[in-house]
């Protein structure tokens, strides 16, 4: 959630059952935020204790044959039946559309253009923020400008994998774990999180009660919400030139990513390595503006549903009276190129000098880590470091949040003792999100012309029976 927050402070294992407002206090936005988590905790929970994994009614999400206007099978796509479909407790709602209209599409970045053999057919759902410039309607114009809440979507896509079954349907109906296997392959899903530490180490012992060393403690003027996310997927880095190929990335912001700017206008130019884009805005002040050198990266709706990791663009140049700024790279993929996908610049506050890290070919930093599981200690700023476990696989999107205060000196990161010296250190951290929720539609084999066998459809989901009419 790349909001404007102050921290996240939900956590199940805590056993919250509603948070209490005392009078005459400070309201903050992570209480409220903690109550609305705390409610769809419950219910999450409670559907999918009822339902299981996954299930639905009638022919919510049933894949079938899609046939054009002259009643001949439309080749290398499909239809998705309309309906309430839950996966992981998540309500997914269809009005019923075809494989190729979805939002976003390609959604399959390793599919061929023509669907062809033996394919299984499945459900990614997870949630995704969403900002005033991200959907209309949202912020009261009668405000004058300000923005206020946001929101959280649930985003759901339609997605095929190769499934060879010539002999016989694989059990993915009856045994939810082998589906979870078969995705767990295809490195779609992971079993085991990847782990992050971080922490503000006091390096230097202070020799006058009245001076604090530089290199100590968090040494940031304002309290700030620091995003880490993993910008390209892979493993960690082992700092050799052969495993740079398959090594992470990764990107930090000190305001959670949330510094956004809306895009009116894009302009590539291939020759030059430019693209030259108008903004709405340039920020609301300098804090939260842009400046030479800052790394941006272009996005709108259909790069965020399919989870892309272009290369983030330089800023080398803004006119403040024309409102563009001239970025060094190129916009990949048409992103920007629809005022309907509303296209936004995200600012990320990393640089590519960082100490500790190394510069990528995409303008993030390597996720670096030695040979052992202690990892690699990598510098953000104002004190802060990160290291990432080794070996580990990291995949686009994961992120851990690090409240930073000035009160305190430190940041607020969980602690746990070592088990040789029982001294208390920061502890290692699975990613807060984003948590994809996965199930099985269907079983489908099509010809090399990409033409569906209706023979061949074998349903998966797991229909529920209603006990009203």
Excluded at 12 to 18: D, N, Q, Y
Excluded at 52 to 75: L, Y
Excluded at 115 to 124: N, P, S, W
Excluded at 417 to 439: K, N, S
């Amino acid at each position: 959630m790349k909001g404007d927050f102050t921290r996240n402070t939900f956590d199940p294992l805590h056993r919250f059952s509603r948070v209490l407002m005392q009078q005459g206090r400070v309201q903050l936005d992570a209480d409220w935020n903690e109550q609305a988590d705390i409610s769809l905790h419950l219910l999450r929970s409670l559907a999918a204790d009822l339902i299981g994994p996954h299930g639905g009614v009638g022919t919510a999400f049933q894949i079938g044959q899609r046939a054009g206007d002259d009643g001949r099978p439309m080749p290398s796509d499909f239809t998705i039946g309309a309906g309430n479909y839950y996966v992981g407790g998540v309500l997914c709602e269809s009005t019923g559309q075809n494989y190729t209209a979805q939002s976003g599409y390609k959604v399959d970045p390793g599919m061929p253009e023509i669907l062809k053999g033996d394919l299984l057919v499945y459900l990614d759902v997870w949630e995704r923020h969403v900002s005033h410039l991200e959907a209309e309607g949202m912020r009261e114009t009668a405000l004058g400008g300000p923005d206020t809440a946001s929101r959280a979507r649930v985003e759901w896509q339609v997605k095929v994998i190769a499934a060879d079954f010539n002999n016989e349907p694989p059990p993915f109906k009856e045994e939810y774990a082998s589906f979870l296997n078969h995705l767990s392959s295809a490195q779609i899903y992971r079993e085991n999180k990847p782990l992050l530490m971080a922490d503000v180490p006091q390096t230097s012992a202070a020799t006058d009660a009245c001076v604090i060393p530089a290199d100590s403690r968090y040494r940031g003027i304002e309290n700030q919400l620091y995003r880490v996310e993993v910008h390209k997927s892979g493993t960690t880095w082992d700092g050799t030139a052969a495993g740079k190929a398959g090594a992470a990335t990764f990107k930090w912001s000190r305001e959670n990513g949330s510094v956004v700017f809306a895009v009116s206008d894009v302009h590539v130019n291939s020759a030059s390595n430019v693209t030259t884009v108008t903004l709405d805005s340039l920020g609301r002040d300098r804090k939260l503006g842009l400046s030479r050198e800052d790394l941006v990266e272009l996005v709108d709706d259909a790069y965020a549903l399919r989870n892309d990791a272009d290369p983030l663009l330089r800023v080398i140049d803004i006119d403040e009276e024309s409102m563009t700024v001239t970025l060094e790279g190129q916009a990949l993929n048409g992103v920007g190129s629809g005022s309907h996908l509303h296209p936004m610049l995200r600012r990320w506050d990393h640089r590519l000098d960082a100490a500790g890290a190394k510069e990528a070919l995409d303008g993030a930093l390597m996720v670096q880590a030695n040979a052992t599981n202690a990892g690699h200690w990598l510098k953000l700023e104002d004190g802060i470091q990160v290291r990432f476990r080794a070996g580990d696989i990291y995949l686009t999107g994961d992120y851990w949040l690090i409240p930073a205060r000035t009160g305190t000196g430190d940041i607020e990161w969980p602690l746990e003792a070592d088990p040789v010296t029982r001294t208390m250190g920061p502890a290692w951290a699975a990613p807060q999100g984003v948590a994809h929720r996965y199930a099985p539609l269907s079983l489908l084999r099509f010809s090399n012309d990409g033409i569906m066998n209706p023979d061949g459809v074998v349903d998966l989901r797991r229909v529920l029976i209603q006990l009203w009419a």
